[in-house]
């Protein structure tokens, strides 16, 4: 469970990249996991393309026939059906208690509900890095290459996380590679990640700051992420394209993490586990592509709240 709650602390920080106001982006993100069965479940909405639409205190976010709004303002989060013209709306109370349900079944792992408890890595077990070392490598191109009519620069970042006074061999352990060609400043993107934070907080789970206080105070990760913040302020700029790849390392008993990382955890699940593998050997779990296809900053404020002639109701 650790191991989880430590792969999730990295590839979270990874993928909120510092980049806005009132606007709009379209983007798509193709996902492949090990295990048929995720496969089957990712497929479709990974070929659909996602529009975003954030105006002050709401957004919308749509793919394909679905669609969901946050509105602040009148205090509804709604799911949208896009060809019925129909929206199924509660308030961020009601979100905020169906969350504390579903955290409950997943033992703690987000955090129960309560936002301080889910900043600080879930509690139970306590700083999920405590029993790793995770070292991040950084490397920057000053290759220039135009991605979906921007013009982008290649950064990588691999994080290795192991057991503490053990090499990979011997404990196992996780790698997880981030490749981003990062193009110029979207101030959409900070608006963005800045709302779903104020989201986050509002239904009960952490929010972005929270992420980051734990992030930072954490023994394993502390050292990684400043090394990290510091190489993100030498390349300022929004990541058009995104690759990440989750790679499992087996020990000497077969599994990652010495039998309680992702290899066991969630072998059944996602697929890439250990079992059967030489030690030191890298398994890959899943792989995701997440690339900005187009923005803007010019925004009808009724584009991010329930589209006009849509039929709400309240749950």
């Known amino acids: 469970m650790k191991m989880i709650r430590l792969t999730a602390l990295i590839a979270a920080f990874a993928l909120a990249w510092p980049a806005m106001a009132a606007g709009w982006v379209e983007q798509k993100t193709e996902v ?85 408890r889910a900043a600080e890595g879930a509690q139970e077990g306590g700083d999920p890095a405590a029993d790793y070392e995770v070292s991040v490598d950084i490397k920057n191109s000053d290759d220039e290459e135009m991605v979906n009519g921007f013009k982008c620069k290649k950064s990588t970042w691999v994080f290795t996380a192991k057991r503490k006074g053990m090499s990979l061999e011997e404990g196992g352990g996780a790698i997880i590679t981030v490749e981003m060609k990062i193009g110029p400043k979207l101030a959409v993107l900070d608006e963005i990640r800045e709302f779903d934070s104020r989201y986050a ?59 309680q990382g992702l290899g066991s955890a969630l072998k059944g699940m996602f697929g890439g586990g250990g079992g059967g593998a030489k030690p030191g050997e890298r398994t890959e779990a899943f792989r995701s592509i997440t690339e900005i296809l187009a923005a803007g900053d010019s925004l009808d404020p009724a584009d991010a709240r329930v589209p006009a002639g849509f039929k709400l109701k309240m749950e």
């Not at 509660?90 to 409950?104: F, L």
């Not at 952490?206 to 400043?226: D, H, N, V």
Request: charged share 25%; hydrophobic share 35%; net charge positive.
């Open 201 to 259: 907080e509002a239904i009960g789970l952490p929010g972005g700051e929270q992420m980051a206080q734990a992030i930072r105070g954490s023994a394993g990760l502390g050292a990684a992420f400043k090394k990290l913040e510091a190489n993100q302020k030498e390349m300022p700029g929004s990541p058009i394209h995104t690759l990440m790849i989750l790679e499992n390392v087996a020990g000497k008993n077969g599994e990652s993490a010495g039998g």
């Open 32 to 116: 492949k996991f090990q295990s048929k069965m995720m496969n089957r479940l990712a497929k479709g909405a990974a070929d659909d393309v996602t529009k975003i639409y954030i105006h002050g205190d709401a957004k919308r976010t749509v793919t394909g026939n679905t669609g969901t709004v946050v509105d602040f303002e009148k205090d509804l989060i709604c799911q949208l059906k896009m060809k019925r013209k129909r929206a199924t709306c509660a308030t961020t109370g009601q979100t905020r208690e169906k969350m504390q349900y579903v955290s409950q079944g997943f033992g703690g792992l987000l955090g129960g509900g309560d936002s301080g």
